[in-house]
T-cell receptor, first 115, second 114 residues
């Protein structure tokens, strides 16, 4: 049973526009959420996170929104740049279920930003 | 130099062979993890260690074993490799001093078992 779902395997946007990547989760115990970016032949790189006590966290061009009632989070990238082209993984953890270090990952969404 | 180093980066071997993947880190983190990534399946946790004396099974530990030789080193072994263990393997670390710290990943080992 998949606890973290990224239902869009791929997304294509134009440079300068907004990229919105979505993630849904089923485990109501999840209280910490992260986004990772992965380039080919490299390991995932931490991008941004959000705790369940917040509904928004912003870092430069990247903003993560959390809707707890819908069990949904999204990553907004504005403006999108060609260098943002990568696979994006959503991950979640539950402090009460092994701690914030046990991450459950989604399958990833491949973002392509066209010049 | 990379903070989390995995060796080898690529390995091709035969069914039944014993394989060891190694991970070392210079971040000074207590916590280390092994994941595997299969196409279309994201990352799945194999084993994790919160310190040298603490080893825990993850979601998919069958067929694997680990050794935490020191704070900085965490190795993953496949005692008798089988083809469905062909995957991309990642090591990660995190700082156990504070909660909700992100994990930092190595660049992976691509393992092919024929």
């Amino acid at each position: 049973d998949q606890q973290v779902k990224q239902n869009s395997p791929s997304l294509s946007v134009q440079e300068g526009r907004i990229s919105i990547l979505n993630c849904d989760y089923t485990n109501s115990m999840f209280d910490y959420f992260l986004w990772y970016k992965k380039y080919p032949a490299e390991g995932p790189t931490f991008l941004i996170s959000i705790s369940s006590i917040k509904d928004k966290n912003e870092d430069g061009r990247f903003t993560v929104f959390l809707n707890k009632s819908a069990k949904h989070l999204s990553l907004h990238i504005v403006p999108s740049q060609p260098g943002d082209s990568a696979v994006y993984f959503c991950a979640a953890s539950a402090q009460a279920q092994g701690g914030s270090e046990k991450l459950v990952f989604g399958k990833g969404t491949k973002l392509t930003v066209n010049p | 130099d990379a903070d989390v180093t995995q060796t080898p980066r690529n390995r091709i071997t035969k069914t039944g062979k014993r394989i060891m993947l190694e991970c070392s880190q210079t971040k000074g983190h207590d916590r280390m993890y092994w994941y595997r990534q299969d196409p279309g399946l994201g990352l799945r946790l194999i084993y994790y260690s919160f310190d040298v004396k603490d080893i825990n099974k993850g979601e998919i530990s069958d067929g694997y074993s680990v050794s935490r030789q020191a704070q900085a080193k965490f190795s993953l072994s496949l005692e008798s490799a089988i083809p469905n263990q062909t995957a991309l393997y990642f090591c990660a670390t995190s700082d156990g001093l504070y909660s909700n710290q992100p994990q930092h990943f190595g660049d992976g080992t691509r393992l092919s078992i024929l």
